[in-house]
């Protein structure tokens, strides 16, 4: 027998919500930075700056902290495309849960509670798609660390799949990042398949393969 349930979002969940999302958000920083640190272009442009400033000063000292302001560059330019995110996350859809969720048709938000904890959070709401089909969104996964690997997120997941079955959607989309790598295996042992990788809008994302993976779900054909 499972150590949680999954219920419907409360009033009285708000700020546990919003804090499990901000963090579940922010703690990949890390992750991407490893991820960029690990492209070759981005070591050539490090080797590049080292030489410049060792060719400028002839201080050995002084190239390897220009080098290594490099990396704190990088990192700090990382950390403000999730933490930015954040912001205008919380700004929006996650500044009302119950009026943009409970009180929206097609829309739905639920928690993982344990031992009376909220641990765990996920969201549905109806996907704008160009071609006019009906599909939804799984949105806002996420799970505190320390509850992790008990099968509390894929627990979500089929929340939101019979949400979407017992709504007559034809599908559900959702999106995630190249590096994470275990939700990425998740979402694949659940039957999603990629439709589409894409580097947010900037340049900067392309030059350090912040790529977006778009995952999809299909419950019933289009007629």
């Known amino acids: 027998m499972s150590d949680y349930n999954i219920r419907l979002y409360k009033d009285s969940d708000y700020d546990t919500v919003r804090d499990i999302f901000a963090r579940g958000i922010t703690e990949h920083c890390p992750m991407a930075l490893y991820h960029t640190l690990s492209l070759p272009r981005v070591w050539l442009l490090i080797l590049v700056v080292f030489l410049l400033a060792l060719v400028t000063t002839g201080s050995s000292i002084a190239s390897c902290i220009a080098a290594i302001t490099v990396i704190l560059a990088l990192f700090l330019r990382i950390r403000n495309l999730f933490f930015s995110y954040v912001r205008?996350?919380?700004?929006?859809?996650?500044?009302?849960?119950?009026?943009?969720?409970?009180?929206?048709?097609?829309?739905?938000?639920?928690?993982?509670?344990?031992a009376g904890e909220v641990v765990g959070i996920v969201a549905a709401a109806p996907y704008a798609n160009p071609g006019g089909q009906n599909q939804v969104e799984l949105k806002r996964l996420s799970v505190l660390k320390k509850h992790r690997r008990k099968g509390i997120a894929k627990a979500l997941c089929m929340t939101v799949l019979d949400f979407a079955q017992k709504s007559r959607y034809h599908a559900i989309i959702l999106g995630t990042l190249v590096f994470q790598l275990d939700s990425v295996r998740l979402y694949k042992r659940l039957g999603f398949r990629i439709?589409?990788?894409?580097?947010?809008?900037?340049?900067?994302t392309k030059f350090i393969d912040f790529v977006e993976?778009?995952?999809?779900?299909?419950?019933?054909?289009?007629?």
């Open 213 to 223: 993976i778009v995952f999809q779900y299909e419950l019933f054909k289009e007629r």
């Open 88 to 114: 205008k996350s919380l700004a929006t859809d996650m500044l009302d849960i119950r009026k943009n969720y409970l009180q929206m048709d097609g829309c739905c938000f639920w928690v993982a509670e344990s």
């Open 195 to 204: 439709t589409k990788t894409f580097y947010p809008n900037h340049y900067f």
